[in-house]
């Protein structure tokens, strides 16, 4: 199973920017799996895939709004609050387990920062 970000191709009929969409692709038959998830970004976003403290796994967005956004990858829906910190756009995003086993995600923005974040089950 493979997870992309898809950069929006310009601007809409209304002039302006169409949102971003994440697409799940099944690696073994190189077709899409369920419905694309919309994320509320006019921007381009970065994607990678990471476990929740319980093992669950998750999609996590980051995009120009500098928040980041978790959704369900098996349902697509989103889980929990954005995550916010970053004060410019999220341009890279890795997952990681620490060495005490929590599963983080780690993002760095344009605003020159670099933060760890937890993946504990949002209710």
């Known amino acids: 199973m493979a997870v992309s970000g898809d950069i929006p191709p310009g601007p809409d009929e209304d002039g302006g920017t169409p949102p971003s969409w ?3 692709w099944n690696l073994d038959t ?6 694309s998830i919309e994320v509320p970004s006019r921007g381009g976003v970065e994607v990678v895939v990471g476990r ?19 959704w369900d990858l098996d349902t697509g829906e989103r ?12 341009s890279a995003l890795a997952t990681g387990r620490r060495s005490d086993g929590t599963f983080v995600v780690v993002s ?15 209710a």
């Open 52 to 70: 929740r403290g319980d093992g669950s796994p998750v999609i996590v967005s980051g995009d120009d709004d500098g928040n980041l956004l978790m």
């Open 30 to 35: 190189g077709k899409p799996i369920g419905a």
């Open 108 to 122: 760095g923005g344009m605003d020159k920062t670099i933060r760890i974040w937890s993946l504990r089950r949002a």
């Open 22 to 24: 994440i697409r799940i």
């Open 79 to 90: 889980v929990g609050e954005p995550l916010g910190g970053h004060t410019r756009p999220i």
